[in-house]
C-alpha cells in the first residue's frame, strides 16, 4: 500500500514537474543548419531577437555547418527533447532519406513555426541571347550543350526547378556544379555560366542593378518585391501543377517535446514573424510570408517532400526511391 | 566631394563611432590572436548582438573586429608558432624564428607597421578604384581560378624546406584531407565510412592548430632545460630606412593581396602565402635566410593579409558579391539593417560606401596603435620557461579547437594531427605545404571540374579557352616559368647567361 501511495506521489510529482519550472528556466540553444551570413542564417537572426522578446528568455545562436545540414539536424535529434534546443533549418533535411544522406528528418522533429518561404526565379546573365523562357527552349533546342546552367548538386533549388522543366521539355544543357546559389550567381555575373535557377531574394538586387535578367518567376502569382518579372505560368500554363513550389525556413524541436514548451515556443515565433521590421526584411528579399504552426506546418511539410521527393526521383537524381521511406505520390 | 569626406570622416568626429571601432579594432586582435577564434564567428555573433542598433554603430564595430582580427593572427604566429588564423601561416615561417633568436619585440613591429601599410594600400584601391577592380575580378573563369590555385600549389617549392620531396608529400596529403566529406557539387560522400561526423569534413582550422600548436609543444618537450629565449627590445617601431627598404616589396604585396582579396572565393591566406612565395623569389640576397627568420617574409604577407581586407570589400560594395566569408556575413547584416547590397548601393546608397571607407582607415589606425603597445609585456610569453608555456599552447590549441565548431570532434582531430605533425617534423618533413594543401584543396577540385564540364569535358576546348584568354593565358605562363624557375634546367641557362 505504501509503495503503491509512492509510487502515486512520485508520478504525480514527474507529471507536473514541467509545469512547476517556468520554461525557459535556462538559456536555449539555437542550431542554425547553415554558415554565417547565408539566407537561412540572415533569417533566423532577424527572427529570432523579436521571439525571444515574446518567450522571455534568451536564444544563443550557432552555426552547426555541413553535410547540407545533416550534422545540425543530427545533433538535435540526439539532444534532449525538453525544448532547450531548437533547430533553424531550410528545406534540405526532407530530401536526406532519397539522397543517402541520413535516417532522420523533420519527421522526427515538432515544427515550431514555418516562417517563410522562397520564390525560386529563373535568370540568365546580362547578355544572353534570349530573354524569354519560350525564347531560351527554342536557343537550347538549337544549340544543344551550348548553354551552360549553374546547379548546386542534386537535391537543390536548381536541380528540382531543372527536373521541373526536363519534366515538361526535356533540355540537353551543360549543368556546371557550383556550392550554393551565391557562388553561382557571381559566377553568372563573369560569365561563366548563361542561367542559373536561383530563390529570388538572392537574385533580386542583381537583377535590380542589372547584372542579371530575369527569364521567369517559377510561381503562380507576380512577386511584390519584383512585379515586371514575367511568371513562368503566363508563358507556360502547364508548370501550373508543380506550382507553387519554393525552398523554406523553418524552428523546428525535437518530437517528445513537452506540449508546453512547443506552446510557448510556437507563440514566441508566432510573435516574433508579425514585427513589423522582420516582415520588412522578408519581403524585401522576396520571400512569401508563411508563419504556419502546429497541424498546418506538418500538412505543408509532408505535402512538399512527396512533390519534391517524387520530382528528383523522376528526374534520376535519388539514391534511393522515396517509396522505400513510405513517402506517398503526390 | 565634400560630401564624401563628409562621410568619411563620420566615424572619426562621432564619439561613439570612434569608440565603437576602437573598441573593435582591439577586441579584433585579442579575438585574432587566440587560434580558433575567428573573426567569422566574432561579426556573426555580433549580427544578434547588434539587432536593435543603428546601421552604423553595428558596422563601425564589425569592421573594427574584421580589421584587428586578421592582423592579431599574427601575434601568436610569432611568439608561439600557432598561427592565430590561416592568414598568419606564412607568417609563422620567419616570425616564430625571430622571436626565437630574441627578436620578437622587433618581428611584432615589423609586422604591425607593415599591416597597417598593406590596410591603407587595401582601403586607397577600394576608395579609388572599386567598380574596375570589381570588373576584373568578376571575370575570373573557372579554369582561372584553377591556374590559381596550380600556382598556389607550387609553393610547396617555398615551404618544403631542406627536401622538396618531402615537401610534395606533405602538401599531397594535405589535398587528400580537404577532400574528406561530402562533396558539396555533387553530394557524394568521399572517404566519410558512412559517418554523418565525417561528412562535414574535418576542420581545417583543426588540421592547423594541431600542426603548429600541439607538434611544436611536443617539440619543445625536448629541451626541458633550456631557458626560454632572452629578449632584446631596443626598437620595436621600425626606421624609416628600414620601411623604404622593403617599399618595393609591400607594394607588390599589397596588390597581390588586393585582387586575391577582391576574388570571391579566395581570401587573406592564400593571398599571405602567395605574397610570401613572391618575397622569396624577388629577394636575391637577404640578411637572413627564408625560414630561418628573414625579414622580407614577415613584411610580405603582412602586408598581403590586410590589403585583403579592403580588397574583399571591392565586390561586396560594388557588386554585393562578397570577397570572402567576413564580408559574407556583412551582407547579411545590411540586409538586416534594411540595406540592399547589390549593385544599386553605390548608386542610391553612396554615403554607405564612404562610411565603410571612413570606419576602415579609423580601424587601420587603431590597428597601428594598439599593435605597438604593450609589446614588452607580449614578449614575456617567449621567455617565459617551458614548463609554463607548453601548457600554455596545450591549453590554447584546445579551447581553440573546440571554438572553431563547438565540437569534441575537432579536438580529437586537432590533438591527432598534432601527434602526426610532431612525428613528421622529427623525421624531416615541413608542415606548411600540408596546410597549403587543405586550403587550396577545395579550390582546385572544384574549378578543375567546373572548368572541364563547362567545355564539355573536352581538354582541347579547355586548353583554347585557356589560350584565348589574356587572363587565362597570363595565368598560364605565370604557372610555366615559376615551374621552370625550380627546375635545374633553368639555373642551367642562368649560369650560361651570367657567365
Not at chain 1, 246 to 267: E, I, M, R, S, Y
Not at chain 2, 395 to 403: E, M, N, P, T
Not at chain 2, 420 to 431: Q, V
Request: hydrophobic share 50%.
Amino acid at each position: 500500500m505504501i509503495r503503491k501511495l509512492l509510487g502515486a506521489t512520485l508520478a504525480l510529482g514527474l507529471t507536473t514537474l514541467p509545469a512547476l519550472a517556468e520554461y525557459p528556466e535556462k538559456e536555449i540553444q539555437g542550431i542554425i543548419q547553415w554558415g554565417a551570413g547565408g539566407s537561412t542564417d540572415t533569417v533566423m537572426r532577424a527572427v529570432t531577437p523579436h521571439a525571444e522578446k515574446a518567450l522571455g528568455g534568451s536564444i544563443v545562436m550557432q552555426n552547426v555547418t555541413g553535410g547540407v545540414g545533416a550534422i545540425a539536424l543530427n545533433q538535435v535529434v540526439n539532444g534532449d527533447a525538453d525544448g532547450y534546443q531548437i533547430l533553424f533549418g531550410a528545406e534540405n533535411p526532407l530530401l536526406y532519406k532519397v539522397m543517402g544522406l541520413g535516417d532522420k528528418d523533420y519527421n522526427d522533429f515538432t515544427p515550431i513555426n514555418v516562417l517563410a518561404r522562397g520564390v525560386p526565379i529563373l535568370v540568365a546573365r546580362p547578355d544572353a541571347p534570349f530573354n524569354t523562357y519560350p525564347e531560351m527552349i527554342a536557343y537550347i533546342n538549337a544549340h544543344p550543350r551550348d548553354v551552360k546552367f549553374g546547379s548546386t548538386g542534386p537535391g537543390g533549388l536548381p536541380s528540382v526547378v531543372t527536373a521541373m522543366i526536363n519534366q515538361k521539355t526535356p533540355i540537353d544543357v551543360t549543368f556546371v556544379p557550383y556550392d550554393g546559389d551565391g557562388p553561382a550567381l557571381t559566377a553568372l555575373q563573369g560569365g561563366a555560366i548563361d542561367v542559373m535557377p536561383a530563390v529570388l531574394g538572392a537574385a533580386i538586387e542583381g537583377i535590380k542593378g542589372g547584372t542579371m535578367k530575369t527569364i521567369a518567376l517559377f510561381d503562380v502569382e507576380a512577386s511584390e518585391a519584383l512585379p515586371e518579372a514575367p511568371t513562368i505560368v503566363s508563358t507556360n500554363p502547364e508548370f501550373g501543377a508543380l506550382l507553387p513550389w519554393g525552398p523554406f525556413f523553418g524552428v523546428f524541436v525535437k518530437k517528445g517535446t513537452p506540449d508546453d514548451v512547443v506552446a510557448k515556443l510556437t507563440a514566441a515565433y508566432g510573435e516574433g514573424a508579425k514585427a513589423d521590421d522582420f516582415k520588412a526584411l522578408m519581403d524585401g528579399r522576396g520571400f512569401k510570408m508563411m508563419n504556419i504552426s502546429g497541424a498546418e506546418a506538418q500538412a505543408f511539410l509532408a505535402k512538399w517532400q512527396s512533390t519534391t521527393a517524387w520530382l528528383v526521383q523522376d528526374a534520376g537524381l535519388t539514391k534511393a526511391s522515396p517509396a522505400d521511406f513510405g513517402i506517398p505520390k503526390p | 566631394m565634400i560630401e564624401i569626406l563628409q562621410n568619411v570622416l563620420i566615424p572619426f568626429l562621432d564619439l561613439k563611432l570612434l569608440s565603437l571601432v576602437a573598441l573593435g579594432t582591439f577586441s579584433g586582435i585579442y579575438i585574432g590572436a587566440i587560434p580558433g577564434l575567428s573573426v567569422t564567428m566574432a561579426v556573426s555573433i555580433l549580427i544578434s548582438f547588434t539587432f536593435s542598433w543603428d546601421v552604423y554603430p553595428a558596422i563601425s564595430l564589425m569592421i573594427g573586429i574584421y580589421m584587428g582580427g586578421v592582423y592579431g593572427g599574427s601575434r601568436t604566429a610569432i611568439l608561439l608558432n600557432i598561427p592565430g588564423a590561416p592568414s598568419a601561416i606564412a607568417t609563422a615561417l620567419d616570425g616564430f624564428p625571430m622571436a626565437q633568436r630574441g627578436e620578437a619585440g622587433e618581428a611584432i613591429g615589423i609586422t604591425t607597421v607593415m599591416s597597417f601599410f598593406g590596410g591603407l594600400i587595401g582601403i586607397t584601391v577600394l576608395a579609388l578604384a572599386a567598380p574596375s577592380v570589381s570588373a576584373f575580378a568578376i571575370k575570373f573563369q573557372p579554369r582561372d581560378y584553377m591556374l590559381l590555385a596550380v600556382l598556389g600549389i607550387l609553393l610547396v617549392g617555398s615551404l618544403s624546406g631542406d627536401s622538396l620531396v618531402k615537401g610534395i608529400f606533405a602538401g599531397a596529403m594535405g589535398l587528400m584531407i580537404g577532400s574528406i566529406g561530402l562533396d558539396p557539387l555533387t553530394m557524394d560522400q568521399r572517404f566519410t565510412f558512412g559517418s554523418t561526423a565525417m561528412m562535414g569534413g574535418i576542420s581545417f582550422i583543426a588540421v592547423m592548430i594541431g600542426m603548429f600548436g600541439v607538434s611544436e609543444a611536443l617539440i619543445q618537450l625536448h629541451s626541458m632545460k633550456t631557458p626560454g629565449v632572452k629578449q632584446v627590445i631596443n626598437r620595436i617601431v621600425p626606421s624609416f630606412g628600414t620601411i623604404r627598404k622593403y617599399l618595393p616589396l609591400s607594394l607588390q604585396s599589397s596588390a597581390i593581396g588586393v585582387i586575391i582579396g577582391a576574388l570571391p572565393g579566395t581570401g587573406g591566406d592564400i593571398a599571405a602565402l602567395m605574397a610570401y612565395d613572391h618575397a622569396r623569389r624577388v629577394t636575391k640576397d637577404p640578411e637572413v635566410p627564408f625560414g630561418q627568420g628573414a625579414r622580407e617574409g614577415l613584411v610580405a604577407p603582412e602586408t598581403a593579409n590586410n590589403a585583403a581586407v579592403g580588397g574583399a570589400f571591392i565586390p561586396m560594395m560594388t557588386l554585393g558579391i562578397p570577397g570572402d566569408s567576413v564580408t559574407a556575413i556583412m551582407i547579411g547584416a545590411l540586409f538586416i539593417h534594411g540595406l540592399h547590397p547589390g549593385p544599386m548601393l553605390m548608386v542610391e546608397q553612396p554615403h554607405m560606401f564612404w562610411f565603410i571607407v571612413g570606419c576602415l582607415m579609423l580601424a587601420n589606425i587603431f590597428m597601428l596603435i594598439f599593435g605597438l603597445t604593450g609589446i614588452k609585456l607580449f614578449v614575456k610569453v617567449v621567455e617565459m620557461p617551458r614548463t609554463v608555456l607548453i601548457p600554455l599552447i596545450l591549453l590554447l590549441s584546445i579551447v581553440g579547437a573546440y571554438a572553431v565548431n563547438n565540437s569534441l570532434t575537432d579536438v580529437y582531430w586537432m590533438l591527432g594531427f598534432g601527434v602526426l605533425g610532431y612525428f613528421m617534423r622529427l623525421y624531416g618533413f615541413s608542415l606548411g605545404p600540408v596546410i597549403l594543401g587543405v586550403i587550396l584543396s577545395r579550390l582546385l577540385d572544384d574549378n578543375w571540374r567546373r572548368a572541364i564540364i563547362s567545355d564539355q569535358e573536352s581538354l582541347p576546348r579547355l586548353l583554347h579557352g585557356i589560350v584565348t584568354s589574356p587572363l587565362s593565358l597570363t595565368l598560364f605562363l605565370a604557372v610555366i616559368v615559376i615551374f621552370l624557375s625550380k627546375t635545374p634546367l633553368w639555373s642551367m641557362l642562368m649560369r650560361k647567361k651570367t657567365s
